[in-house]
């Protein structure tokens, strides 16, 4: 059995979004991020418990639309997986090392039906006028980080304008994301399922781009403060209602209780 569990505002969380999510009780807080020496994200210690409990049980995946150096900024606190997957899905990591098969297999799949990651910057620099600092991500996609809200309708332009040239659109928060089809969350789970020859697999995440793995989980659970829980959704999907790090701590509560009614 696998969990496959994206990180920011699903198991962990910024100061700025436990902001966003004020808790009427008190959380005892561990640190599991560190930039610059100082602490940036955060889990509950009864999530870290959780976790801790399920790894022993389960093969516990993290993955993120963090680029692999930012990535390497968490630690869980001694909690082991063999797996991760980074960079949205481009990037897989088996016991530390990036898997060079799936690096070869992703990088003809994009070729093959995306137009070029530079061909797209340049269209939308100077197509859209877009308020916001555009970064690349590991050579694979690209972002921009908002001055300002974008309108829904312009949204729905620039989705169409990238479906178009075989590459998806997500927001989240200020940052709004261009990423080649191709490029997903759930194609890299997918390969690790198979390599691993799991049968079940338990999900959980927040964003439009956490959906694309969360569709084939027997158990998948979306955080109910995220962006994918605006959209409609399978009926078969597990809302957490709990906002914010309490949130996390209640998803990972939540799955611990499934382990324990298959083991009755």
């Given at each position: 059995m696998m969990f496959a569990s994206d990180l920011d505002r699903t198991l962990i969380y910024s100061k700025r979004a436990m902001e966003e999510y004020s808790l009427v009780e008190e959380l005892e807080l561990i640190?599991?991020?560190?930039?610059e020496d100082k602490e940036v994200s955060f889990m509950s210690k009864k999530a870290l418990d959780?976790?801790?409990?399920?790894?022993?049980?389960?093969?516990?995946?993290?993955?993120?639309?963090?680029?692999?150096?930012q990535y390497k900024r968490v630690s869980f606190?001694?909690?082991?997986?063999?797996?991760?997957?980074?960079t949205n899905g481009a990037i897989i990591l088996y016991n530390g090392d990036q898997l060079r098969e799936w690096d070869e297999?992703?990088?003809?799949?994009?070729?093959?039906?995306?137009?070029?990651?530079?061909?797209?910057?340049?269209?939308?620099?100077?197509?859209?006028?877009?308020?916001?600092?555009?970064?690349?991500?590991?050579?694979r996609f690209v972002y921009y980080y908002l001055?300002?809200?974008?309108?829904?309708?312009?949204?729905?332009?620039?989705?169409?304008?990238?479906?178009?040239?075989?590459?998806?659109?997500?927001?989240?928060?200020?940052?709004?994301?261009?990423?080649?089809?191709?490029?997903?969350?759930?194609?890299?789970?997918?390969?690790?399922?198979?390599?691993?020859?799991?049968?079940?697999?338990?999900?959980?995440?927040?964003?439009?781009l956490d959906d694309d793995f969360l569709?084939?989980?027997?158990?998948?659970?979306?955080?109910?403060?995220?962006?994918?829980?605006?959209?409609p959704l399978k009926e078969h999907y597990n809302v957490?209602?709990?906002l914010g790090v309490k949130g996390g701590e209640e998803l990972l509560k939540s799955i611990h209780t499934i382990l324990e009614s298959k083991h009755k």
């Amino acid at each position: 059995m696998m969990f496959a569990s994206d990180l920011d505002r699903t198991l962990i969380y910024s100061k700025r979004a436990m902001e966003e999510y004020s808790l009427v009780e008190e959380l005892e807080l561990i640190a599991v991020e560190r930039k610059e020496d100082k602490e940036v994200s955060f889990m509950s210690k009864k999530a870290l418990d959780y976790l801790g409990k399920l790894s022993s049980r389960l093969m516990f995946v993290p993955v993120t639309t963090r680029s692999l150096s930012q990535y390497k900024r968490v630690s869980f606190q001694g909690i082991e997986h063999q797996y991760a997957v980074t960079t949205n899905g481009a990037i897989i990591l088996y016991n530390g090392d990036q898997l060079r098969e799936w690096d070869e297999k992703i990088s003809k799949a994009i070729r093959s039906s995306s137009v070029s990651m530079g061909e797209l910057v340049d269209l939308l620099v100077h197509q859209f006028a877009i308020d916001g600092d555009l970064r690349f991500v590991e050579e694979r996609f690209v972002y921009y980080y908002l001055e300002k809200e974008i309108t829904s309708d312009f949204l729905s332009e620039l989705t169409h304008f990238a479906e178009e040239r075989g590459w998806r659109v997500s927001l989240q928060g200020k940052k709004l994301y261009f990423v080649p089809k191709p490029l997903s969350k759930g194609s890299a789970i997918k390969y690790i399922q198979e390599r691993e020859g799991i049968s079940t697999v338990i999900g959980a995440g927040d964003s439009l781009l956490d959906d694309d793995f969360l569709q084939f989980c027997q158990h998948p659970f979306v955080l109910g403060h995220g962006e994918l829980n605006r959209y409609p959704l399978k009926e078969h999907y597990n809302v957490i209602e709990q906002l914010g790090v309490k949130g996390g701590e209640e998803l990972l509560k939540s799955i611990h209780t499934i382990l324990e009614s298959k083991h009755k």
